[in-house]
């Protein structure tokens, strides 16, 4: 089986820009997660979603981020506008029913210039 | 507030040798508690998990942790260690529901 998809592997943009980043979960899971790996903060939850409802977005740090999940094999991570602050490793993980063991997608690393 | 902590930024070990990478945690109620490994330029992959019932949990790559309540750890632990184990390791926990709170993480380096 495949597992959890991320486009773009890597992304270069320019400050103000905005981005898109995008996750395919593994097919049956109900739950996906966006999380954001920098060396400074680890490893941080940004927003969760449950059979496409978002659950708890406390995590998303301020109004450029937004995330959608118009279905349960896609998912969207939006910064708009982008800033240098916000390179970072973002990650996809989703969850299959019943289990609380997350899978990883490879991870989007951003660079915002 | 509930969390995992992970006392050592770095921990080398000569290929061969056990390892232990360390993890504690504060919470309320039963903990349930997992082990996670990041490669190089990979996302994270799930190890092991503890929720209820032996201490001694055996994991994925000839991995095992060892929950210890009056401790309040659960050590990460392999007898002989390889040097493709070199990685990332992050202690992670749940309150039971399926959202996972992330312990800083724990380089592994071991030397040829």
């Known amino acids: 089986d495949a597992g959890v998809i991320q486009s773009p592997r890597h992304e270069v943009t320019e400050m103000g820009q905005e981005v898109t980043l995008r996750c395919k979960p593994i097919?049956?899971?109900?739950?996906l997660f966006w999380y954001r790996q920098t060396m400074m903060r680890g490893l941080e939850l940004l927003i969760y979603?449950?059979?496409?409802?978002?659950?708890?977005d406390s995590g998303m740090p301020e109004d450029r981020f937004s995330a959608k999940m118009p279905n349960a094999s896609f998912s969207t991570l939006k910064i708009q506008p982008s800033e240098p602050r916000d390179s970072a490793v973002y990650f996809c993980?989703?969850?299959?029913?019943?289990?609380?063991?997350?899978?990883f997608g490879p991870g989007t690393r951003l660079t915002v210039l | 507030a509930q969390s995992v902590a992970q006392p050592e930024d770095q921990v080398n070990v000569a290929e061969g040798n056990p390892l232990t990478v360390k993890c504690t945690y504060s919470?309320?109620?039963?903990?349930?508690l997992f082990w996670y490994v990041q490669y190089p330029n990979r996302g994270l992959q799930f190890l092991l998990k503890?929720?209820?019932?032996?201490?001694l949990v055996k994991g994925s790559y000839g991995f095992e942790a060892e929950f210890n309540k009056s401790q309040t750890s659960f050590h990460l632990k392999k007898p002989s260690a390889l040097v493709s184990d070199s990685a990332l390791y992050f202690c992670?926990?749940?309150?039971?529901?399926?959202?996972?709170?992330f312990g800083k993480g724990t380089k592994l380096s071991v030397i040829p």
């Open positions: 993980a989703s969850t299959p029913p019943g289990y609380n063991e997350q899978f």
């Open positions: 097919s049956g899971h109900d739950y």
């Open positions: 979603f449950n059979n496409n409802v978002p659950i708890d």
């Open positions: 919470v309320s109620g039963n903990p349930y």
């Open positions: 503890y929720i209820t019932g032996d201490n």
């Open positions: 992670a926990h749940t309150p039971g529901s399926y959202q996972l709170t």
